[in-house]
């Protein structure tokens, strides 16, 4: 079995949306917060994907950065519906 990464994620996207995120953004190039916020931008605004509850703490402490934390609250607001 090959190892866990965008294409071939550990967990699932509804159950644990932080680890499958950071899976997904972990083996790209740059800069994981730029990886991270790029992600969910492309997930809400070119796939329309309704956001389960995401939650800040749920980052490594590395992430715990003001854009990251706008971003959480953005969710929260918006939590039903997509972009």
């Excluded at 980052?59 to 972009?83: C, D, G, I, Q, V």
């Amino acid at each position: 079995m090959s190892a866990p990464n965008s294409l071939n994620p550990s967990v699932s996207f509804r159950e644990n949306p932080e680890k499958f995120i950071l899976e997904h953004c972990e083996n790209k190039q740059g800069n994981l917060e730029t990886n991270v916020l790029e992600f969910l931008r492309r997930l809400t605004t070119v796939y329309k994907v309704k956001m389960p509850p995401l939650k800040l703490a749920n980052f490594p402490s590395s992430l715990h950065t003001p854009s990251m934390k706008r971003a959480m609250e953005y969710f929260e607001k918006n939590k039903n519906k997509a972009a």
